[in-house]
Each structure stands twice: as structure tokens, then as C-alpha cells.
């Protein structure tokens, strides 16, 4: 049987066979899979047995949103994606992440639905870790900008979205403490390029050519990156990030991208701890500052951009809400700023990771257009296989 045939049967079978109620949304985000995303995980233990936690899920995701200008406008989105951590020992582990997903952007301001959608790979990487060190090799996402695994939020198309580094092909190392008392601090370092191998392709639907930097081919783009979790600083949630990336030559990039970010978030607990979530006891607020600074950005010699987030993000039983500003500032070419405001509302009705969540953007883009967007996401996660290991 033709494989993209198989495919289509298997996706639309796991469609059918989803409750009917399975309309929600966790936190307006994917999983993220970056490595050592989030750093606590590599301290589960189970009594004096260390013993990572394996999981397999699915997350089927329903998305609308309108705009008042702009595209796309007044469409409909599905998407479900496949997440599988699998730990062939203690020390190693594979990450694979697909996802049927939007992968081209129709161009007119035309009413649509399900336009351009695909099968895409996400991180699919190989790591090595000793709890202390790690290493890993092949798709992954930088460890750059603490924004865009933070916020919630409806809009994945958000500013803060301009700097996720993904489908890098390269490898990536980290050297992390221990959670003693002073939180977990974290060096990384990594080599890619952007991802033109087979794993860059879409099934159903013809894959955008790669343009810009880091797709000139090879290995010859490079960040490094400080990381923090977990400091102990009146309630022990208070962390950041600080990072450097640069580009190597692309496609339509003659000149080389460089990127500084610093990002600090921390979360104050009101009431309870996180382990009342289910119970709905929970009640904490959080604020989030990040700048990020570009030379050459895209690749354009002179073109320079510069980012500034501030969001607060409180979660009160099984209510969730989020309110951010932020700004884009473009110098050279295409020179302007952008405004962009956000507020989101959303309602945990099974579990803390079962949402639905509304939410409006206010778009200011300098000389140019004012742009009002509504949107409802609906998410829910279903973990098909959990298996937990135990090793002395």
C-alpha cells in the first residue's frame, strides 16, 4: 500500500476514535521538546532508583481565529500532534515529535479551512545525559528565548514566535548542576544548520523551499546559552535565560544573523503549591520580562531588529489567564515597529494540561494597519502509553 495512503488511514482513524469531548487546549502550546526544556525532569526518582518517566501522547488541537486585516482571516484550524520519549537505558534517550499541522499559508484574505495542512517532523534527537551532562544529536529546537516556552496564550503567531529556532540539524551539549538549594543552573552549547534533509519534508502537501540563514548547508551556525530554574528567591520559581546565536550564510541571507536574548520569569505562589492543581486549589501569578536584539536580521546586511516582552501569567483552581505586551522594532530595510497586546482567558476542565481558551490581540504595525484578532483553541492531551523504568 502507497505509505502516504497508510498514513491518511491511521490519522483519520485516530480522529474517529477521539471522545467527543476532547475539545481543549494546553496552554496554547505543544509540548516543548527542546532538551533539558525542563531541567527538574532529569531529577525524577522513585525512592533511591532513579527512573525517567516514559510517555507516548497525543494532542488533538482545534484553532479559529479572525482578524481585521490582514492574513490569513476568519479560518479554521485542526491539528494533532505525536510525542514519544523513549529511554532505551538511563542515560539514553530518543525524542520524536510529528504533527499534522498547517505547513502552507494561503495567501488570500479568503474564509478557509484545514488549508495546506501536512505531516511534519518536529525534534527528532538522540541524547546522552549522566543527570550532569548532556548530549545530543540530530533535529532540535536552540535554546534560545524563554518567552516562547513560557506564554500561553491563543496566538502561536505571536512576536515572541519570531525567535524559535527550530528544525536545526546539528548536535548540542549541556553541562547542568543539581537541584541543592540554589536551583539548577545550566551551560549549553550547540553547531547546526538548518534542516534540507528528508526529515524537513511534509506528506500530503509540497514542503516551502528553506531560504534564509543557516541554510547554506553544513554545520556552520552556532549559540550558547545560560540557563537557570528553580532559584530559591521568596518562592523558589524564579528563572532565566540568557543566550547567543548566529547564523552561518543562506539562501537569500548574504550576511551573517547574530541574536542576544535575556528572559527572567518567576512565578509567585499565592496559595497552595502546584501539587493542588487537580484539585483546584492552586493560585499563583507570574511575570515575565524578555529583550532580544538582532543584527543582520534575516540574513540583510544593516537590517537590525530588536524584541521587548512583558506578560503576566496567573493561574487561580482551574482558571487560567495571561495578559502581555510587546514591541518589534525593525532598523534598515523595512524599517518600523510593531505593537502587538494580548489577553487570553482559558478553563481547565478535566486537568491541568484539558483547556479551552479565548482570547483577542491588538496589532499595531507602525504607518501601515491596526489589526483586531479574536481566537478560541481547544486542547486535550491524551497520554496513550506511560512506563516508568526503575534502575538501581
Not at 545550566?186 to 500530503?204: E, H, M, Q, V, Y
Not at 530559591?232 to 541574536?259: R, S, V
Amino acid at each position: 500500500m502507497n505509505p502516504r495512503v497508510l498514513l491518511a488511514i491511521v490519522i483519520a482513524a485516530v480522529v474517529a476514535l477521539l471522545p467527543s469531548q476532547a475539545l481543549a487546549q494546553g496552554g496554547g502550546k505543544q509540548p516543548d521538546p527542546r532538551p533539558f526544556a525542563l531541567f527538574r525532569d532529569l531529577w525524577d526518582t522513585a525512592g533511591d532508583m532513579h527512573g525517567p518517566w516514559v510517555t507516548m501522547t497525543w494532542q488533538p488541537q482545534l484553532e479559529y481565529s479572525w482578524q481585521s486585516d490582514g492574513v490569513p482571516k476568519n479560518n479554521f484550524v485542526p491539528s494533532i500532534s505525536w510525542q514519544a520519549y523513549t529511554w532505551f537505558t538511563p542515560e539514553l534517550t530518543m525524542n520524536v515529535n510529528l504533527s499534522f499541522d498547517q505547513v502552507n499559508t494561503p495567501t488570500s484574505n479568503d474564509d478557509w479551512a484545514a488549508y495546506g495542512e501536512g505531516v511534519q517532523a518536529g525534534d527528532v534527537w538522540l541524547q546522552w545525559s549522566d543527570q550532569r551532562t548532556g548530549i545530543i544529536g540530530g533535529r532540535f529546537t536552540a535554546p534560545f528565548g524563554l518567552a516562547p516556552l513560557i506564554l500561553p496564550g491563543v496566538f502561536d503567531t505571536n512576536l515572541v514566535n519570531n525567535y524559535s529556532f527550530g528544525g536545526l540539524m546539528g548536535g548540542l551539549g549541556t553541562l547542568s548542576t543539581g537541584d541543592e538549594g540554589l536551583g539548577i543552573h545550566a551551560l549549553s552549547a550547540s553547531f547546526f544548520g538548518k534542516d534540507t534533509t528528508f526529515l524537513n519534508n511534509n506528506i500530503f502537501v509540497s514542503t516551502p523551499q528553506a531560504t534564509g540563514p543557516g541554510t547554506g548547508g553544513g554545520v556552520d551556525s552556532w549559540s550558547i546559552s545560560y540557563s537557570a530554574e528553580n532559584v530559591p528567591f521568596i518562592y523558589p520559581t524564579l528563572q532565566w535565560n540568557f543566550a547567543y546565536i548566529q547564523f552561518g550564510d543562506g539562501i537569500g541571507a548574504p550576511a551573517n544573523q547574530k541574536g542576544f536574548n535575556a528572559g527572567v520569569y518567576w512565578e509567585y505562589v499565592l496559595d497552595n503549591d502546584g501539587t493542588d492543581t487537580l484539585d483546584a486549589k492552586y493560585w499563583s501569578i507570574g511575570p515575565l520580562v524578555e529583550y532580544v536584539r538582532f543584527w543582520n536580521n534575516d540574513g540583510i546586511e544593516g537590517a537590525d531588529a530588536e524584541y521587548f516582552t512583558v506578560g503576566v501569567i496567573t493561574n487561580y483552581g482551574n482558571w487560567q489567564a495571561d495578559v502581555t505586551y510587546g514591541y518589534q522594532d525593525l532598523e534598515g530595510p523595512g524599517a518600523g515597529r510593531t505593537t502587538l497586546v494580548t489577553a487570553n482567558l482559558g478553563y481547565n476542565f478535566f486537568g491541568p494540561q484539558s483547556l479551552v481558551q479565548l482570547g483577542y490581540a491588538y496589532q499595531d504595525t507602525e504607518g501601515q494597519s491596526v489589526n483586531h484578532q479574536v481566537g478560541l483553541q481547544v486542547n486535550f492531551p491524551i497520554t496513550i502509553l506511560e512506563w516508568t523504568p526503575l534502575w538501581e
